[in-house]
T-cell receptor, first 114, second 111 residues
Framework: DADVTQTPRNRITKTGKRIMLECSQT?????MYWYRQDPGLGLRLIYY???????NKGEISDGYSVSRQAQAKFSLSLESAIPNQTALYFC?????????????FGPGTRLTVL | RKEVEQDPGPFNVPEGATVAFNCTYS??????FFWYRQDCRKEPKLLMSVYSSGNEDGRFTAQLNRASQYISLLIRDSKLSDSATYLCVVNGRDSSYKLIFGSGTRLLVRP
């Protein structure tokens, strides 16, 4: 079955370290998204990309950067991790048709910054 | 004020019960509305879209009230497997492709 995968699934790191979270999809979707989820706050959009040449900031992009290496790959980097970036991170994809907004999520990466 | 607000629950109901969740949204220009389901430590998955005329999918019924900017989800004949967090989702203020997620309502169905 077509899929959205994320690596790693779990990561513990120390303050100041550079971390990269990777997302791959076999759905053939152009649109890809990175979210973080914190208890009581729901999912918040970090960055999104509508195609390989299009990268946009979401509501909480400070401290993060992204790279869209190919249609199927969208990676999220924390240049210098800090403890308040401890969260569950989800990658998602969607079609590019205006009336079909369903987003398909990867299994998530649980990141802990000590 | 949050753009999408939900009662966090938890709603603790017996099997077979009917339970309703409500959600309010702040952007009157929103055009797309959804309910997603998220199991503990898992990814969110689309449960159903919400249409202006209301829609039903088996035991699940979704309603939209644009005038009051209010969305509801009704679950009839609750099953143990319905235990999850239900996320209310609307499209964002500046792009129909960006989704704003509520923080979710937790449902626990007990035997």
């Amino acid at each position: 079955d077509a899929d959205v995968t994320q690596t790693p699934r779990n990561r513990i790191t120390k303050t100041g370290k550079r971390i990269m979270l990777e997302c791959s999809q076999t759905k053939g979707h152009d649109r890809m998204y990175w979210y973080r989820q914190d208890p009581g706050l729901g999912l918040r959009l970090i960055y999104y990309s509508f195609d390989v040449k299009d990268i946009n900031k979401g509501e909480i992009s400070d401290g993060y950067s992204v790279s869209r290496q190919a249609q199927a790959k969208f990676s999220l980097s924390l240049e210098s991790a800090i403890p308040n970036q401890t969260a569950l991170y989800f990658c998602a994809t969607s079609h590019d048709t205006p009336r079909d907004n369903e987003q398909f999520f990867g299994p998530g990466t649980r990141l802990t910054v000590l | 004020r949050k753009e999408v607000e939900q009662d966090p629950g938890p709603f603790n109901v017996p099997e077979g019960a009917t339970v309703a969740f409500n959600c309010t949204y702040s952007n009157s220009a929103s055009q797309s509305f959804f309910w997603y389901r998220q199991d503990c430590r898992k990814e969110p998955k689309l449960l159903m879209s919400v249409y202006s005329s209301g829609n039903e999918d088996g035991r699940f019924t979704a309603q939209l009230n644009r005038a009051s900017q209010y969305i509801s989800l009704l679950i009839r004949d609750s099953k143990l497997s319905d235990s999850a967090t239900y996320l209310c989702v609307v499209n964002g203020r500046d792009s129909s492709y960006k989704l704003i997620f509520g923080s979710g309502t937790r449902l626990l169905v007990r035997p």
